[in-house]
């Protein structure tokens, strides 16, 4: 589903002032093409050519999906966007008319390609979002908006939610690959070990040495595990932090049963099966912050950060 | 080990078993190789165990209290443990998350692990 990491390479094409209808046979061609080429590289030496009636049919499927997201955007929003990649017509110009920036004008270009790709993808599955939620976190993920993804808390709805999880796969390829975050899905007891070599290696590009890496490692390794024990699947997210200083952040969220007695849990010694109760008190003293947010039925949330420290890592 | 290199090699010297561990190990491997020191005891007959752990990237809740069990496991089946190996930053992670060995013997490394084996069958033939 690399449809839509593509549409960076589409834009200079459009320049020319094609009719509409052209740009959008353009846009489903090419998304078209592009997806079937990611679907057919591993297999090189298979000859089998694609089947050209059902690629049509995919071909005017996508057409109906772009043609049913651009009519979901506003009418300023389409006219913007269609002035700006049908006609060529340059944000500044554009911001001279509305009496705008060129900067405000870009930035609403940027929110409504976010939005059209979010509207895309749901008339291409010819779905509704099931809740109030998901536009929002679907909409901060297209955009690339890590706070807003934040505000909206996103990972966790991902994980509640199966169409959103579905629908955002193409929306998370796309984009600059980002070097300061990592997603780790937590499954079973490989996946321990992979989450803390992430957290590591992450850390280590950071500046993080020594001692500081282990204690980050192992304090990941207990909450992962604790998503494996009591969660069966979760995800664990490593995030690099600038501000308000250099940092790094583990959240690890999990739709487990939620841990009745938070503090209880906090405490050394507590153990619900045959551990030595050291898993998450004992991350809390590895870390610097750690902060556990726990509803019984509605999972377990656990974020903690580490912040670098030039004197201490020595 | 089922299948790829080996994850932990288990060589048998004399009256003593020496497993290296040769990568980070997650928690069923983990088990799997308590098995098979565990079964290995009783083939061998050993006396001592040495255990390297040097290649452990973290040792904690899980993995320390694997170790211990291994100790404690061999132990009632006559022969002593000896952790070696653990690396400076895993000690200090594993003291911060409150950690520690209790009882099992540890040694810097493999040459002073087989030192101390050395000294307890000194004792015990005097």
């Known amino acids: 589903m690399r449809v839509l990491a593509a549409e960076d390479r589409i834009e200079p094409g459009m320049i020319e002032p094609y009719a509409i209808a052209t740009v959008r046979n353009v846009m489903a061609t090419m998304w078209r093409r592009d997806d079937r080429e990611v679907r057919n590289r591993h297999r090189v030496f298979d000859p089998t050519q694609p089947d050209d009636v059902e690629n049509v049919l995919v071909a005017s499927e996508e057409q109906l999906a772009i043609n049913e997201a651009l009519r979901r955007l506003t009418d300023r929003e389409r006219q913007v966007l269609l002035a700006h990649e049908v006609s060529g017509a340059a944000t500044q110009m554009l911001a001279d008319e509305a009496g705008s920036t060129a900067g405000a004008v870009a930035a609403q270009l940027k929110r409504t390609r976010a939005r059209l790709r979010v509207e895309y993808l749901l008339a291409l599955d010819h779905i509704e979002p099931p809740t109030d939620r998901c536009r929002p976190v679907l909409l901060a993920l297209s955009s690339a908006d890590r706070r807003r993804q934040r505000e909206v808390d996103a990972a966790r709805h991902l994980l509640e939610c199966d169409v959103c999880a579905r629908l955002s796969e193409p929306l998370l390829d796309r984009g600059p690959v980002r070097d300061d975050v990592l997603h780790v899905t937590i499954g079973a007891d490989p996946d321990i070990v992979s989450a803390r070599r992430a957290a590591r290696d992450l850390a280590a590009q950071a500046g993080f040495t020594g001692t500081d890496l282990t204690m980050l490692a192992t304090a990941v390794s207990e909450v992962a595990r604790n998503i494996v024990r009591f969660a069966d699947n979760g995800d664990v997210t490593i995030e690099l932090l600038e501000r308000p200083r250099r940092g790094i952040r583990v959240v690890a969220r999990d739709m487990g049963p939620g841990i009745a007695d938070v503090e209880a849990a906090l405490q050394d010694g507590y153990s619900t099966y045959s551990g030595l109760g050291l898993g998450l008190p004992g991350a809390r003293r590895l870390m610097d912050e750690f902060n556990l947010v726990s509803e019984a039925g509605h999972g377990t949330t656990v974020s903690m950060t580490k912040w670098f420290d030039p004197k201490g890592s020595a | ?126």
Do not use: C, K, W
């Open chain 2, 1 to 126: 080990m089922n299948s790829g290199p080996a994850l932990v090699s288990i060589l048998r010297q004399g009256d003593t078993l020496v497993a290296s561990v040769h990568t980070a190990l997650d928690d069923s491997e983990m088990i799997r190789f308590q098995n098979d020191l565990v079964r290995q005891i009783g083939e061998v007959r050993a006396r001592g165990i040495i255990i390297d752990v040097a290649a452990l990237d973290v040792i904690d809740s899980f993995g320390s209290r694997t170790l211990r069990s291994i100790a404690d496991i061999a132990r009632l089946r006559g022969a002593t443990t000896v952790i070696v190996g653990i690396q400076p930053e895993v000690a200090f992670a594993m003291v911060r998350l409150g950690m520690d060995m209790g009882q099992v013997p540890t040694a810097l490394d493999l040459e002073e692990g087989l030192a101390y084996l050395a000294r307890l069958r000194a004792v015990g033939a005097s």
